[in-house]
């Protein structure tokens, strides 16, 4: 998870800052109404999370076995913490044990059911912890574990190949096999590539290195564009982002069809679309290259507020809101990234965000999902979400697009 939403400190640090206070006196009367009612809810959400944290500083599921080793859901919970000031002194040691078991947790360096998302989420705490000794010994391990998952040339991969210059969900670094799409294991997918690639960033790896510069390869594979100069096929090439070029069940809108030329190709949808704008921007892109802007248009054409856009196949309907908050949380770090405010048609996609991610919390402060696919049903899964996407949605209300963002993950 890439967090890039509310500073900490210096300038607008929190509602006591004084660039914050002058800021909200020139804001619309229900605009500063709306930004109250969200530093309501992430303290709730803030309440909620830390009243969860085991001893250890450790997140555990109460729902899910494989979720309460802590190695899954520490790196996700205590990222955003960090960023609820609103959760006062709490907030702020708790996010201090999470880290601080992270650390020990690179130390130990165990096996990890989730190996791409926690070394890549858990590398962003040397980055928020002010770059202490242990906090960059700990970064350098967990970006070591990232570097090791790539399907890159040093472990055989050819740029060829589907998977090149990505990352996917194998626990172990992935030599490639005589035959790569033999058997399952061997897909990269966008959302594991995003984590990745955002590790990396702001981990101070350069664009040119060559596991930024390789994921060029995926992404082109997975963005629905002609990128030949040709002809864009009607029905395929609309500038969003499927999840991989070879995993039909990864892929939840489900098969577009064959193209002209024969390919398979997957459908458009919301969150492997705003991984795949954010990923172009971390691997160089600017924001003005026809890549970002087609992505850029999918996006502000299809948004529908917190709820999970794309032209899903009927059979595939049920997986749509099973990704509504991860979706919030990556399309509102994309909006941010590319400095959209209004969209085409004249509203503000960060009221309407908010709105909707306000109506959807539920009295404890935690956001559930009642679709299980992505495990959002889990408030451990979706509260993190959800609550960095209304913070980050509330820095947008309040600050200008040109406002100084702080320095994390490379975003």
């Not at 040691?93 to 650390?103: D, H, I, K, V, Y």
């Not at 350098?140 to 890159?152: C, I, Q, S, Y």
């Not at 060559?210 to 629905?224: E, Y």
Request: neutral net charge.
């Amino acid at each position: 998870m890439s967090v890039s939403f509310q500073p900490r400190s210096g300038r607008g640090a929190g509602p006591a800052g004084a660039v914050l206070l002058g800021l909200l006196a020139i804001t619309a009367p229900a605009q500063t109404s709306l930004v109250a009612e969200i530093d309501g809810a992430l303290a709730r959400a803030a309440g909620f999370l830390t009243a969860r944290q085991s001893e250890d500083g450790a997140w555990r599921s109460s729902h899910y076995g494989f979720f309460r080793d802590g190695t899954a859901l520490t790196p996700l919970a205590a990222n955003t913490v960090y960023f609820l000031g609103q959760g006062g002194p709490a907030a702020r040691e708790a996010w201090q044990r999470g880290a601080g078991f992270l650390a020990r947790l690179a130390d130990a360096d165990p096996p990890l059911d989730y190996p791409v998302y926690t070394s890549a989420m858990a590398s962003w705490c040397g980055v928020l912890g002010g770059r202490t000794p242990e906090g960059l010994r700990a970064q350098e391990a967990w970006l070591k574990r990232v570097r090791a998952l790539r399907f890159g040339s040093e472990l055989g991969w050819h740029s060829s190949d589907a998977a090149f210059g990505g990352w996917g969900y194998v626990v172990n670094p992935p030599r490639r096999p005589s035959d790569p799409g033999a058997g399952p294991g061997y897909q990269a997918n966008m959302s594991a590539t995003l984590f990745s690639l955002a590790a990396l960033r702001s981990g101070g790896v350069p664009e040119q290195d060559p596991a930024v510069r390789d994921a060029l390869f995926f992404l082109d594979r997975t963005q629905n564009l002609d990128a030949t100069g040709g002809v864009a096929q009607a029905g395929f090439d609309d500038g969003g982002f499927c999840f991989s070029p070879d995993d039909d069940a990864g892929n939840k809108a489900g098969p577009a069809g064959a193209d002209a030329t024969g390919r398979l190709r997957f459908r458009s949808y919301g969150s492997a679309t705003a991984d795949g704008a954010r990923a172009l921007l971390l691997c160089g892109l600017p924001p003005d290259h026809p890549r970002v802007v087609a992505a850029r248009r999918w996006l502000e054409t299809h948004f529908r507020g917190g709820f999970h856009p794309g032209d899903f196949a009927a059979d595939r309907e049920v997986l749509r809101a099973a990704h509504d908050f991860y979706y919030a949380w990556t399309v509102a770090h994309a909006f941010h990234a590319l400095k959209v405010r209004a969209l085409p048609d004249g509203s503000d996609w960060a009221e309407r965000l908010a709105r909707d991610l306000l109506a959807r919390q539920e009295p404890d402060g935690a956001w559930r999902n009642r679709f299980t696919d992505a495990r959002e049903d889990d408030p451990l899964v979706a509260t993190p979400f959800a609550a960095a996407a209304l913070a980050l949605c509330r820095r947008t209300l309040v600050f200008p697009p040109d406002f100084p963002r702080p320095v994390a993950h490379g975003l």
